[in-house]
């Protein structure tokens, strides 16, 4: 994939175990608080997964980063990180090929609305490249508490919850299998505006959720399963998309 500019950044995909090294050590940063040059976030998905990368123009620093998965088909979709919390039985059932997204992730304190758009065009490239019709991943919300994200949590359930035909069951040891509820209604604006800004990405492109949130309590966070259906996506948000794909 040729790289994509725009304003100060670029995007890319990582080459050499360098870049890579340069996306966990901002994912150690962005996800456990840790700035240590000798400490990484890492597994053993770092060697299936390729890595995008998103760095300033001139000086190269890694400003943003996500990994993803090509997919033939839903039948392969176990080999990914996904699986290993969610049920994905309805999702193995489906035809075409479909990119897994995760690890997703930006320097804490750095908000250029033109990193997220890099970000995404890339991944608008890829899919147009594939013939790519379902992207999923894990949206993450910070903290295990459910009730720090009451309202976030309660949008979700009443607007974004994914359809039966693909909707993921539950298979983590930990999850939250009912949303927050204490009969006082929610508070939508202030639910949409508190998600990280990945997820509100997803669903703006209309993307759905799982219908419980898992406890990680490695990553020290919740996390829902997030799938968005291309042929889903509203057309005015694909011509955005495409126009900063090139």
């Known amino acids: 994939m040729k790289m994509i500019r725009c304003g100060r950044y670029q995007v890319r995909i990582a080459e050499t175990p360098e870049d890579i090294r340069s996306a966990?050590?901002?994912?150690?940063?962005?996800?456990?608080?840790?700035?240590?040059?000798?400490?990484?976030?890492?597994?053993?998905?770092?060697?299936?997964?390729?890595?995008?990368?998103?760095?300033?123009?001139?000086?190269g620093q890694v400003v943003c980063c996500?990994?993803?998965?090509?997919?033939?088909?839903?039948?392969?979709?176990?080999?990914?990180?996904?699986?290993?919390?969610?049920?994905l039985s309805a999702l193995s059932r489906l035809d075409g090929r479909m990119i897994e997204m995760g690890r997703f992730c930006s320097l804490p304190g750095l908000c250029d609305p033109d990193i997220l758009r890099l970000a995404w065009a890339a991944i608008t490239r890829l899919?147009?490249?594939?013939d790519v019709t379902f992207l999923f991943g894990c949206a993450s919300l910070p903290g295990t508490e459910a009730a720090l994200h009451r309202d976030s949590l309660a949008v979700l359930a009443a607007r974004y919850v994914a359809p039966d035909r693909w909707r993921p069951g539950c298979k983590a040891a930990e999850v939250?299998?009912?949303?927050?509820?204490?009969?006082?209604?929610?508070d939508e604006q202030?639910?949409?505006?508190?998600?990280?800004?990945?997820?509100?990405?997803?669903?703006?492109?209309?993307?759905?959720?799982?219908d419980h949130a898992v406890i990680d309590r490695d990553m020290n966070t919740l996390h829902v399963f997030t799938g968005v259906e291309i042929s889903a996506i509203p057309a005015a948000r694909k011509r955005l998309l495409r126009a900063m794909a090139g």
């Open 24 to 59: 966990q050590a901002l994912r150690h940063l962005a996800f456990r608080g840790g700035a240590a040059t000798d400490a990484w976030d890492e597994d053993i998905f770092d060697t299936v997964f390729s890595h995008m990368l998103v760095e300033e123009q001139v000086t």
């Open 66 to 87: 996500y990994r993803f998965l090509l997919l033939q088909s839903g039948a392969e979709i176990q080999q990914g990180y996904v699986a290993q919390f969610y049920d």
């Open 127 to 130: 899919v147009d490249q594939h």
């Open 176 to 186: 939250v299998r009912s949303w927050p509820d204490d009969g006082g209604g929610f």
């Open 190 to 210: 202030s639910g949409l505006q508190r998600m990280p800004s990945l997820l509100r990405s997803y669903l703006q492109m209309g993307g759905k959720v799982s």
